[in-house]
């Protein structure tokens, strides 16, 4: 499968089956908490070194009393980090008449990457839909599991994608409607047992 990111060129109205929209995206609830979390870590993080180069500027901290700064320094940094890369993953969801774009960039994809990667259906081996629990159609979660040819597994799940279009039911739906037909294209629906939260 190409993972290659790209900001697509062509118009993309005339091809939209369902697409979070840019406002979406960016008050969206997921990117809320990783912009959040980052910052936060990050503050105790700058908070972290500035003491502890204050310490050592000042004399308070010498040999083994300086070498106890830097376990909790670590922690915080790889927060700052996990946080980071949780924000830098995660990208608006859309599915289009020829390809989709997945709720997360894939584990493979850069991070660094500007732009919109959109995975065309031409590199797609399988889709495998999940319904679990019983109910109504947008209260049971659902999801669908994404194989390309080459291996690569993307999941996506109604809670990703509430987490950027929020619970608004029609929405969910809507999205529900279209994994589940990408599923018949593409191979294999199942009911699941029971959710649990």
Same mark, same amino acid.
């Given at each position: 499968m190409a993972m290659s990111s790209k900001e697509t060129s062509r118009d993309?109205?005339?091809?939209?089956?369902?697409?979070?929209?840019?406002?979406?995206?960016? !008050?969206?609830?997921?990117?809320r908490r990783a912009v959040f979390g980052t910052l936060f870590f990050g503050s105790f993080a700058a908070i972290e070194a500035g003491?502890?180069?204050w310490s050592?500027?000042?004399g308070l901290l010498v040999g083994f009393n300086a070498l106890l700064f830097v376990p909790p320094f670590l922690v915080v940094v790889l927060a700052v980090y996990i946080q980071y890369r949780s924000?830098?993953?995660?990208?608006?969801? *859309?599915?289009?008449?020829?390809?989709?774009?997945?709720p997360? !960039?894939? !584990? *493979?994809?850069?991070?660094?990457?500007? *732009?919109r990667l959109v995975i065309p259906f031409t590199s797609i081996a399988r889709v495998e839909y999940l319904r679990y629990g019983e109910g109504p159609e947008y209260l049971a979660h659902?999801?669908?599991?994404?194989?390309?040819?080459? *291996?690569?597994?993307? =999941?996506?799940?109604?809670?990703?994608i509430s987490g950027q279009v929020g619970r608004d039911p029609e929405r969910l !739906?809507?999205?529900?409607?279209?994994?589940?037909?990408?599923?018949?294209?593409?191979?294999?629906?199942?009911?699941?047992?029971? =959710?649990?939260?």
């Open positions: 993309l109205n005339g091809d939209v089956l369902f697409e979070v929209s840019e406002e979406e995206f960016e !008050r969206c609830p997921s990117r003491l502890f180069a050592l500027a000042t924000l830098r993953r995660l990208h608006r969801f *859309g599915i289009f008449i020829w390809g989709f774009s997945p997360l !960039r894939p !584990r *493979g994809s850069r991070l660094g990457d500007s *732009g659902f999801g669908a599991m994404v194989e390309s040819s080459d *291996g690569i597994r993307i =999941a996506i799940n109604d809670t990703m !739906r809507e999205a529900q409607r279209i994994l589940e037909r990408l599923a018949q294209r593409f191979g294999l629906q199942r009911q699941e047992g029971p =959710a649990t939260n």
